[in-house]
């Protein structure tokens, strides 16, 4: 059974590889930098309430490891929240934002504590295996971009001995299947790229990144070989191709040019992807409703077309009695489509007749005089 120590406030330091941390803070040991984030980001006020109104529970120690050898200074590899929102109980002076709110809670607080209960461990590495668990498939469920920076780490852990068979290995740590813990790693290389690449110019920041599209985007076949990724149960990016993936973050995350609006729009950008006069659309300039009816063949998409706006026409008409004033403007778009039915109707009649003269022309080129006379006469007993 681990034992709970009790060690004083000024004793704990935030840990620099903190998953949780954006790729700017990861490292970081300027503790003011990353109480300011939990404070943006990490709904730290309510946690500084629950503290500050029914103490802090040994139910719940932060687990640390000691800073240096023989260190009586300890770094929290589990709990850096609850680290700020002690920190800020006891000093919210050192606050950059919300301080009215953070003072508030400190005046009516009714404890205070200093005395925090940890469980020490020797190393970190000592911890990484339990958080997997706990964090990734366990009761305190990280976010999908958390989870793989967490993953990430157990990788490096236990490449060296599990070799060929690590995601196998990580499945059954954290309980979970072998193919997402890949996916999972994998999407985090993406994302690195991504990064490094200042998000292709998107002009986003990590808090409003949607770090599992990027997982749900490359469980699907169309996408992951536009990617250059493997098609059946290799996620290796050895192969990835650049330019496409350019493209695809553009399209999932580019806050002016994307195409996905929510994650079921994934499925449909994948059927887009795999039609090659669909993703020329898409290229174009298209939506990607626009594009989808280009994955099937030509009539059925003129077809599905005409079909559709059929269906607006018939909306409209069910609109007309909830008028209340007359539409002119709609009056002259009406008439624009009138002509354009006849322009379509037209050029669907001269194409097809101007078919029907070409194969009588083909068919004048094969038949011998005699052939073609026979053939007339044939024709006219039909009539008759």
């Known amino acids: 059974m681990l034992q709970i120590n009790f060690v004083n406030l000024k004793q704990l330091y935030y840990d620099p590889k903190n998953p949780r941390m954006p790729q700017s803070l990861y490292g970081s040991v300027d503790e003011l930098e990353v ?55 006891n000093n919210p002076e050192i606050a950059k934002v919300r301080k009215k709110s953070i003072a508030e809670v400190c005046s009516t607080a009714k404890h205070k504590p200093t005395s925090i209960p940890v469980i020490i461990y020797q ?32 990788y490096e852990l236990h490449i060296s001995e599990a070799g060929d068979q690590i995601y196998k290995v990580l499945a059954k740590m954290i309980g979970s299947r072998s193919d997402y813990v890949e996916r999972l790693h994998t999407s985090l290389k993406l994302y690195e790229i991504a990064n490094n690449e200042a998000y292709f110019d998107a002009k986003i920041k ?49 806050p002016e040019k994307k195409k996905v609006e929510e994650s079921r729009n994934i499925s449909e950008l994948n059927e887009v992807i795999k039609s090659e006069p ?23 998409t003129f077809i599905s077309l ?15 009695e909830q008028l209340s004033t007359y539409p ?21 009649n001269e194409n097809f007749q101007q078919s029907g003269k070409d194969e009588i022309k083909n068919l004048e080129k094969k038949l011998t005089p ?15």
């Not at 808090?207 to 250059?228: C, M």
């Not at 898409?282 to 059925?300: D, R, V, Y």
């Not at 052939?371 to 024709?379: V, Y």
């Open 35 to 89: 109480i300011d984030y939990m404070i943006r980001y990490g709904n730290i006020i309510e946690l500084m309430e629950s503290i500050a109104q029914l103490g802090y529970s040994e139910a719940e120690p932060l687990l640390v490891v000691p800073k240096e050898e023989n260190s009586k200074q300890f770094i929290v590899v589990e709990g850096n929240r609850r680290l700020t929102a002690l920190k800020l109980l």
């Open 123 to 154: 190393t970190r590495d000592d911890i990484l295996n339990y958080l997997g668990y706990r964090h990734i498939t366990g009761v305190k469920d990280w976010g999908a971009l958390e989870k793989a920076k967490y993953l990430d780490q157990l």
């Open 206 to 254: 990590e808090k409003d990144f949607n770090f599992s599209w990027i997982t749900t985007a490359i469980s699907y076949t169309g996408i992951k070989e536009y990617l250059g990724i493997m098609s059946t149960g290799d996620y290796s990016i050895e192969t990835l191709d650049k330019e496409h993936y350019k493209d695809l973050f553009t399209w999932l995350f580019h």
């Open 278 to 300: 669909a993703l020329k659309k898409l290229e174009e300039g298209n939506t990607i409703a626009e594009a989808l009816i280009f994955t099937t063949q030509p009539s059925e």
């Open 306 to 320: 005409i079909l559709s706006a059929k269906d607006n026409l018939q909306s409209s008409k069910n609109m007309i």
């Open 328 to 348: 002119e403007a709609a009056i002259k778009v009406i008439t624009e489509i009138e002509k354009m039915c006849k322009t379509i109707t037209g050029a669907i």
């Open 370 to 384: 005699d052939q073609i006379n026979k053939l007339l006469s044939l024709i006219e007993e039909q009539g008759e």
